[in-house]
């Protein structure tokens, strides 16, 4: 059996300095943002580019943190509109409604499967305030396209990395110094994964970070100081540590991702499976690999015969989902068509050489 993604195998190779660092946790008796939590707030913010990273504790509260924190400020308002991707996780979506905000669903490019700049330009009016780029998969959203339009219109731009960490455009910048704010997960199957949930923010705005910073603690600024209403969205110390054990390897095992990627790539030569696109560079580090076929049960079928382990990201777009029947209504072709055929196949940084041949010539005979 090739499994999908083998955690065990992944945090693994980290065991010894992970007991290390739980014995000097329990030893420290501070256990809720103490220097663990400090300690990797400076690395993520240093290897992402930003002046503020802020731990938070998964990536959807992150996401709800940004816009609560705008919301504080007065620079968005109840009801404003956001433009989000409409083949996202339901968690982007979900970010928008939390913070009393209304999301707009926007076609993605059928070849990238990130929102499509062309159909942003259509969904703008008076009351748009925000764009919400997904980096979905792991790769880029044509962030230079979207900011120059955000520019235009006076929009946030907020990016939503939890699937990106270390995917980096040409310029040398990284996912989360790319907009206004980012948030990302460090959900365990992530390319950056915590033994649990986790996640952050960053930012270079100074007056956004304070914000956040209070919002996650209660609203505090100080202890017992209460400076609007808060919430409990801390990073844990523990989670902390462990990603702070596992950031320096975090560029080396994106590039054994791509590594198997163009294997993928030149080797599966399967008329019946629809590879992804990629342009060969760094601003794409494949959290997953996605195919597209015409008829997935019948894929999926053949994979679990064969012991191929697989998953869908994602079964059912959010807008056909019955928590948000409200958007049920909506008709978005190109979105249904991605979900009915995509298929995720074995990603991973520990996959040996001959697990990704096995599963290449297994593909090339469906």
Do not use: W
């Amino acid at each position: 059996m090739i499994p999908f993604l083998d955690l065990h195998k992944i945090n693994a190779r980290f065991e010894d300095a992970f007991q290390k660092k739980f014995r000097d946790f329990l030893n420290s008796g501070r256990y809720i943002l103490g220097n663990d939590v400090q300690a990797f707030e400076n690395e993520f913010a240093s290897y992402c580019g930003t002046r503020f990273c802020m731990g938070v504790s998964n990536g959807l509260d992150a996401l709800i943190l940004i816009f609560k924190a705008y919301l504080e400020l007065g620079v968005l308002k109840p009801n404003d509109e956001v433009l989000v991707p409409a083949n996202t996780y339901i968690a982007s979506i979900l970010s928008i409604i939390h913070s009393g905000l209304k999301p707009v669903f926007v076609e993605p490019d059928e070849f990238t499967y990130n929102i499509s700049t062309k159909e942003i330009k259509k969904h703008i009016n008076s009351k748009t305030k925000a764009i919400l780029a997904v980096h979905l998969y792991g790769q880029l959203a044509d962030m230079e396209t979207i900011n120059n339009i955000a520019k235009e219109h006076n929009l946030l731009v907020v990016e939503d990395a939890a699937q990106a960490h270390g995917a980096t455009d040409k310029n040398g910048n990284k996912a989360g110094s790319l907009g206004h704010a980012a948030a990302f997960s460090f959900y365990p199957s992530k390319n950056l994964g915590a033994l649990g949930d986790a996640g952050a923010i960053t930012t270079n705005n100074e007056a956004l970070a304070e914000m956040i910073v209070q919002l996650r603690n209660y609203g505090s600024s100080e202890k017992y100081v209460h400076n609007t209403k808060g919430f409990n969205n801390r990073l844990d110390e523990v989670q902390a540590a462990m990603l702070s054990i596992k950031l320096p390897f975090l560029d080396e095992d994106n590039a054994k991702r791509r590594e198997i990627v163009k294997r993928y790539l030149t080797e599966i030569d399967n008329p019946r499976i629809q590879l992804p696109f990629y342009d060969q560079s760094e601003n794409h580090v494949f959290h997953v690999f996605v195919v597209r076929v015409s008829e997935r049960e019948d894929f999926i079928s053949f994979l679990d015969k064969n012991n191929i382990g697989y998953l869908i990201h994602y079964p059912k777009p959010p807008h056909k989902q019955v928590a948000l029947q409200e958007f049920n209504g909506l008709q978005l072709p190109i979105t249904e068509s991605i979900h009915r055929h995509v298929v995720s196949i074995p990603m991973s940084p520990v996959m040996s050489d001959d697990e990704v041949t096995q599963v290449i010539n297994l593909l090339n005979t469906y």
